[in-house]
Structure formats: C-alpha cells, structure tokens
C-alpha cells in the first residue's frame, strides 16, 4: 500500500469575530513528489489553509495526515518531514544570511558539519552563495525571497509549503526561484504553493486547487480543466469563470 504524502479532510477554521469561517470543508490528498498550486482570490482562505496544512495553526475540526502520520495528534513528529516558506519573510533584517539559516537549521535539529554542509547546499541552490556574510536589511526584494527560501529548505523536508513565493519581485529573481522549485521537485520534494500569477502555475504545477470562501470550487490538472472549458483562452478565463472575482482585487 502507498502511503500519500498528505491527506486533509473536511478542514474548518472560523476566525474570532468573522461571520463566516475562512476555511470550510477543505479536503486535500498528495501524492508524494506530487507539485500543487492552490488557487484563489483574495480573502479566499489560501494562507490559513496552509497554515493548518503545514500544523502552523490548529484547525478546529477535521483531519490531518502527513506520510501516514496523524499530524494533529503528533505535530512534534511530522516537523522534521515539513519546511515552510512563508509570505512575510521569516528573516532577522540585521543578521547575516548565514547566521539565519545556522538559526533555522539549529531548529530542525541540525549541527555541526551536517548544518554547514546543509546552509552550503541550500544558498547554492537558491544562487546566494556570494552572499552569505551579508546583513538580510542589504538584501534586494528579490535576494530576501530567495533568502526565505533557502531558509525553508535548509534541513532538506519532504514537503514544502509556499505562500506566494515569487510575490512582488523582479523577473530574475522570479526565474530562480522556479528554477528552484522545479529542481526540487524533480528531487522528489512533494510541495503545495500558493501563488496569483497564473503563468507561473501553467509552468509549473501538474494539479490545481481552486477554493474560495473557504471551499473548493475546482481541482484538477491545468490541461483537463482548460479541455472541459473550451470557452477560456487561458487559466486566468477559467479561474474567473469559475469564482465570478479577478486573481486580484
Ligand atoms: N488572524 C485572523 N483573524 C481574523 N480573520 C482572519 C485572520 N486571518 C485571516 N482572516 C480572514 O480569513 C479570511 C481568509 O484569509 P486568508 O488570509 O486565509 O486568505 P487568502 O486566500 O490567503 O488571501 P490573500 O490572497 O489576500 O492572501 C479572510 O476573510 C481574512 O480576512
């Protein structure tokens, strides 16, 4: 029997004071190696979400399985296998990048040669190899998404989870970090982003999932769902078919 790599069931999460839960009812099963985008617009649930997909933020109900481990029950035990690359960078500005990602890399548990060995592969990985004395607040926008990266990847998960990665940079930048995730995938690293630039999923993923108002609206691979919607030139047709919203408000 293979094991998934994830399986969510029936997620809810209601915020204090909202109307409405910002999650309601996700359902969500990956293979491992498996690349998905989670698709939505804005207000739709995706960052809480994969919050409670990477054990972040507890749901209030429903369920949770990574590699065949109940992660609600045993979140200490299912850490090691996650990285997370958060949207708002999870960097300290006046520290070096070295001295973040020995930070991040201590957390995971690692030390000694094993942590040198792992800072060196993740900022070649993410080009910033040059750069690893330098203070994060010299960083460019781009440098501090690569940075954030390396930071996600350095104690090398099973599965990574990225909340709009390429978000607000330059072309290069963006360039590399698909590159990135491309590479690792192929590696084998089974992850789930979120992302609003629609060229970038029809690059990259082989699944979507479409929510909004904390449900989903529509899963599947890009090629079958453009197939079933003859009547949309492009993903971005399809997605405002689909919500009736614009990627973006
Ligand atoms: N900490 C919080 N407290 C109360 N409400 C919240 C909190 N975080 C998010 N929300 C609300 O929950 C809903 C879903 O938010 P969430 O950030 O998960 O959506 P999103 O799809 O990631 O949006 P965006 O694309 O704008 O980042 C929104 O209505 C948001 O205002």
């Known amino acids: 029997m293979t094991c998934l790599a994830l399986e969510a069931s029936s997620l809810v999460k209601h915020y204090r004071g909202q109307n409405s839960p910002a999650v309601n009812g996700i359902d969500l099963s990956l293979q491992a190696g498996e690349l998905i985008a989670l698709l939505g617009p804005n207000g739709a649930g995706k960052t809480t979400t994969i919050s409670m997909l990477s054990t972040l933020m507890r749901p209030d109900s429903g369920t949770l399985t990574l590699h065949g481990v109940d992660a609600l029950r045993s979140p200490q035990s299912v850490r090691r296998l996650i990285g997370m690359v958060p949207q708002e960078l999870a960097l300290y500005p006046s520290l070096t990048l070295a001295e973040n990602l020995r930070f991040w890399g201590r957390l995971y548990g690692l030390s000694g040669t094993h942590l040198e060995q792992s800072l060196t592969a993740s900022v070649t990985m993410t080009g910033l190899e040059d750069v690893t004395q330098r ?15 390396a930071a996600g990847i350095i104690h090398q998960p099973q599965i990574l989870f990225l909340d709009e990665p390429t978000v607000g940079i330059d072309a290069q930048s963006r360039h590399q970090i698909l590159t990135n995730l491309r590479q690792l995938n192929a590696d084998g690293m089974t992850m789930v982003y979120t ?23 529509v899963s599947g691979a890009v090629d079958a769902l453009m197939a079933d919607h003859p009547e949309c030139a492009h993903l971005e047709d399809l997605f405002l078919k689909l919500t009736g919203k614009q990627l973006r408000d």
Request: net charge neutral; aromatic share 6%; proline share 0%.
């Open 135 to 149: 203070r994060i607040d010299t960083f460019s926008g781009g440098m501090k998404r690569r940075a954030n990266l």
């Open 195 to 217: 992302t609003h630039y629609m060229e970038e999923v029809s690059q990259l993923c082989q699944r979507v999932v479409v929510i909004d108002e904390g449900r989903e609206v």
